[in-house]
């Protein structure tokens, strides 16, 4: 009888350290949340921003192309289900795949909509819009410091190509000059 005493408690924690991990809500674990579903993710509301996270870090591994159809099925999604959380991640998804204007308006809405009193104490959605909104601009500043350096090269390529020019000009003047010494 001891024997099964001792050997029932190792057994017994083995099995809730097995069990219990994949049923706390928003436990994720190789790319299938815990019903088993390929990511399209259960938002619960125990943990509704470890979900949220999980899933952009899913999408943030997924290949542009891919990004891209996701960020259409997010579209059509928020659509259908103008939920919260389905609105955070077409926000992110606009963020990756540089849809910034809408990714803008989205942000907008859910600023107003958790300004509301149901939103009143859910800081944990509000820290996620805050972060989704810094991402954002930090996204729109990149694209303006990328556009201003594109326009930057432009000039400075079509100012190397009129030095270029000048520089055969005078070589010709340089050259006409030679032959009329010459002769």
């Known amino acids: 009888m001891k024997m099964i005493k001792t050997t029932w408690i190792p057994v017994l924690c083995l099995f ?16 299938e949340n815990r019903f088993g579903d390929k990511w399209e993710a259960v938002f619960e509301k125990d943990a509704q921003a470890e979900t949220l996270f999980s899933r952009f870090h899913h999408l943030k591994q997924l290949p542009q192309e891919e990004r ?16 919260v959380s389905r609105r955070l991640e077409t926000v992110f998804l606009a963020i990756l795949t540089g849809h910034c204007q ?27 819009v805050g972060l989704l909104e810094l991402l954002l601009k930090q996204r729109n500043e990149i694209n303006f410091l990328r556009k201003s350096l594109d326009d930057e090269k432009e000039q400075s ?27």
């Open 102 to 128: 809408k990714g803008t308006a989205l942000i907008s809405e859910l600023k107003e909509e958790l300004g509301t009193e149901k939103y009143e104490n859910d800081f944990e959605l509000k820290g996620v």
């Open 16 to 31: 809730l350290v097995v069990t219990i991990p994949g049923c706390l809500p928003g436990s994720y674990y190789g790319g």
């Open 68 to 83: 891209g159809k996701e960020y259409e099925k997010a579209l059509e999604r928020i659509e259908k289900q103008p939920e």
């Open 157 to 183: 390529d079509k100012l190397a190509h009129q030095l270029k020019e000048l520089k055969n000009i005078e070589k010709i003047i340089h050259e006409r000059e030679t032959n009329k010494e010459n002769e």
